[in-house]
């Protein structure tokens, strides 16, 4: 279909088959935003509020599934949202998206490595973190060097063991709210209805932690990057889309709804959010209310798999895409290269050199690299949403304009076009007001406003250099090619 079509012209393998991208999506939206920052969700923003966001958020992710389940099911590709940038809006746009999804998940697999220190420093205090820093990087550049059937498998597992153990949770939850496990019954609805429940701190705190609630669901979007290595994603791809907002609803709604009912919002354990100390995970509090004496340790190992399933998926994310780069020339050809059993192995040891920066734990605070990590990868987050918002929206427009049947798409959103644009607004009120209290202050840090928004004009400097250099030009609808068999 195009030149960036490296599932089927460019020597990548289509191994991963259908449950490897139902649970690649599955596991990119369960993770330690739900195991661990969603207690400090519920204490800044109260019951109400917390429950919320993550409804609200979850509905924005959902439309830009059916979005990206479109685009990816009629043209399955490597690049994924950075080709359909490219192609439906501007040269220049896609060729900011590759890059900024390719530097967003090489930071992710260092904050997920850096977090792998935390999570093991509660077992292992005295053993230095860089240690098994190394040791978890060398694990899942293994997992990803010989073939992608191999990573494919691996989310599988780590998935499914995310999967039980949230149904474990909601059940757990569910028996102590109606008194089965134990006579020490929970305060219920009286949680809402405490202090200033069920919004604490009102629409400026719902503001307040829709980042981190957005955070938490990235990763759902590698569905579109593994489209590329699919067997049959014209069916696969759909099959797992459709289940997003099934997932949202039980795994998120529900957690945040048992958690709210059995702790106060009061807690102060809720608000520490703090991943070397997995005893104050909401998850691991109700476990022992349940007066399931190991939850902490059981925690500890999930919060684990959850970490390294996310490094994984962002090794295999970033190789991906810089591959893709590397194949149109907007990147070392060298990138290009794949093995025998179709790895870009060039491309990922590139990206596991950028991983390397945990490293840079042995000279700093871990906790301070850590978030300032975060903060950077959660932003590009963002901007590649927009971008597969941006591009669906153009994308159907010419398709339509072009005189194509959409009834021969073999995936349509039913949401066009208030799902996209609703995605687009709510994805840029989020990343603009996540610190707009900096500027309510009467001495602005601007340190802390530089850390928090440096991603957007980072983004708009390579997109424009770009445009300005290569003298790129909007796509206009006229001027977009669909084959003949989608005509009317």
Known sequence: MSETDAGSRSGLKRELKSRHVTMIAIGGSIGTGLFVASGATIAEAGPGSALLAYSVIGLMVYFLMT?????????????????????YVDEAFGFALGWNYCYNWAVTVAVDLVAAQLVMGWWFPDVPGTLWSALFLGFIFLLNFF?????GETEYWFALLKVLTVVFFIATGCAMIFGILTDDIPAGFANWTTGDAPFVGGFPALIGVAMV??????GTELIGIAAGETQNPEKAIPQAVRQVFWR???FYVLSIFVISLIIPYTDPRLLKNDIADVAVSPFTL???HAGLLSAAAL???VILTSVLSAGNSGLYAATRMLYVLALRGDAPKCFARLSNSGVPRYALVATTAVAGLCFLTSLFDNRDVYLWLL????MCGFIAWLGIAVSHYRF?????????????????SGFFPWGPIFAFVLCMTIMLGQNYKAFLEDTIDWSSVAATYIGIPLFLAVWLGYKLVKKTKFVRYEDMEFPAKYRA
């Open 67 to 87: 979005s990206l389940g479109e685009l990816a099911a009629y043209e399955p590709v490597a690049g994924s949202f950075s080709t359909y940038g490219r192609r």
């Open 147 to 151: 073939s992608v059937k191999g990573f």
């Open 213 to 218: 609630v957005g955070f938490s669901f990235q």
């Open 248 to 250: 949202i609803l039980l």
């Open 286 to 288: 109700v476990f022992e």
């Open 299 to 301: 925690m500890n190992a």
């Open 375 to 378: 903060n950077t990868s959660g």
């Open 396 to 412: 159907r427009r010419g398709y339509v304009l072009k005189g194509c049947d959409l009834s021969k798409l073999p995936y349509r």
